[in-house]
């Protein structure tokens, strides 16, 4: 996923009226038509409302401002991570985003048949959400996942993580959140830690070392185990945002 556009530096970080990012890679995968007009009609349901602020937001899904934490996941595939954090920690509130259309069918299904209340949707680019949806300071925990590596040079334009997506991460966490991301792509690992490591809104959990020892809060999800068996090691690296 990648677009041209460079990051805005007004105070309400608007993108200009015609700005779309340009998402690559497959978003409907392999919904049936029927399947399809369900995921319409029921998604809506799952959205996040709109809000000017943490509090408004985490008070608009049924929690208390002063104990809740909002918890962003961007890319969260087929919600295999998500949906069992979202369960561990009721009172917290989660936001999931994702443009892979059978990824939000399959979380949706879990949480339905969970019964889950904790835990919302947003169908589109993460650099969008951020700007249009999340309002400022109000993240205290962003999780990515398994982000695709976009292995060839020529590609790594696409890759989700850099300077641009950090630079809108200091805007909308709250001073001292957690930044958490994991890979089974070496290079992509150290391509992170470099970006990271080169910015100034974030400080290495796990310093004097460059990648986190696995997570307590960890769940094995398919793409790590495909890495596995793949021979791949899997690297978590743990930021904070700074004050």
């Known amino acids: 996923m990648t677009h041209d556009h460079d990051t805005p530096s007004d105070a309400t970080d608007a993108p200009p009226p015609a700005w779309k990012p340009k998402v690559h890679g497959r978003k409907r995968g392999f919904l049936t038509p029927k399947e399809k007009i369900w995921l319409d009609a029921t998604l ?30 961007i890319g969260f595939g087929n919600g295999q991570f998500l949906a069992p954090l979202a369960a561990r920690h009721p009172a917290d509130r989660f936001i999931g985003v994702e443009v892979f259309q059978e990824g939000m069918a399959a979380l949706i299904r879990r949480l339905q048949r969970d019964q889950s209340t904790n835990t919302r949707i947003i169908p589109e680019d993460a650099r969008l959400a951020l700007q249009e949806m999340i309002p400022p300071d109000s993240l205290d925990w962003v999780v990515i996942n398994f982000p695709d590596p976009w292995p060839k040079k020529r590609h790594h334009k696409r890759r989700i993580v850099q300077a641009e997506l950090l630079d809108l991460l200091t805007r909308r966490m709250v001073p001292g959140g957690r930044l958490t991301l994991a890979t089974d792509w070496e290079e992509y690992a150290w391509w992170m830690a470099e970006v990271l490591e080169a910015h100034s809104g974030f400080e290495n959990l796990a310093a004097p070392e460059r990648f986190a020892p696995r997570p307590d809060f960890w769940h094995e999800t398919r793409f790590e185990t495909k890495g596995v068996h793949a021979g791949r090691t899997i690297h978590h690296l743990a930021w904070r945002r700074l004050p």
Request: no cysteine.
């Open 44 to 73: 809506p349901d799952f959205r996040p409302p709109q809000a000017d602020s943490r509090a408004a937001l985490l008070a608009a899904l049924g929690a208390d401002p002063e104990q809740a934490r909002l918890v962003l996941e």
